[in-house]
């Protein structure tokens, strides 16, 4: 069955890094667009970055591209997020998402896409 399981979150003073991990079992991950999504307490869940099947990148927050790596651990079957310079607006549970498509332009989440139970990012001020 398929599951994922994000860990790599915690506390981080403003300015630090994080790296996220989402470890997924039940299917090849490197075959779908795979996704990071982030929710605020009182705030929407909002896409923060994508990564195709054919490996291209893809930043929906402005912010941050030049802080944000979204990639693969192809031999561990895993998404990853590397966050630098994060600032207390990036604190969120941030959620892995496969997307059931094979690109990301197009994406939006639909009933029947796997999600994570996310990780908890925290930036302190």
């Known amino acids: 069955q398929v599951q994922l399981v994000e860990s790599g979150g915690g506390l981080v003073q403003s300015g630090g890094s994080l790296r996220l991990s989402c470890v997924g079992s039940?299917?090849?991950?490197?075959?779908?667009?795979m996704a990071w999504f982030r929710q605020a307490p009182g705030k929407q869940r909002e896409g923060v970055a994508c990564?195709?099947?054919?490996?291209?990148?893809?930043y929906w927050i402005d912010d941050v591209k030049d802080r944000f790596t979204i990639s693969r651990d192809a031999e561990k079957n895993a998404l990853l997020l590397d966050m630098k310079y994060l600032t207390p607006e990036d604190t969120a549970t941030y959620f892995c998402?496969?997307?059931?498509?094979?690109?990301?332009?197009?994406?939006?989440?639909?009933?029947?896409?796997?999600w994570g139970q996310g990780t908890q990012v925290t930036v302190s001020s």
């Open positions: 039940g299917f090849t991950l490197s075959l779908y667009a």
């Open positions: 998402v496969h997307t059931r498509q094979r690109t990301c332009g197009d994406y939006a989440p639909t009933e029947g896409d796997f």
């Open positions: 990564i195709s099947n054919r490996e291209g990148t893809y």
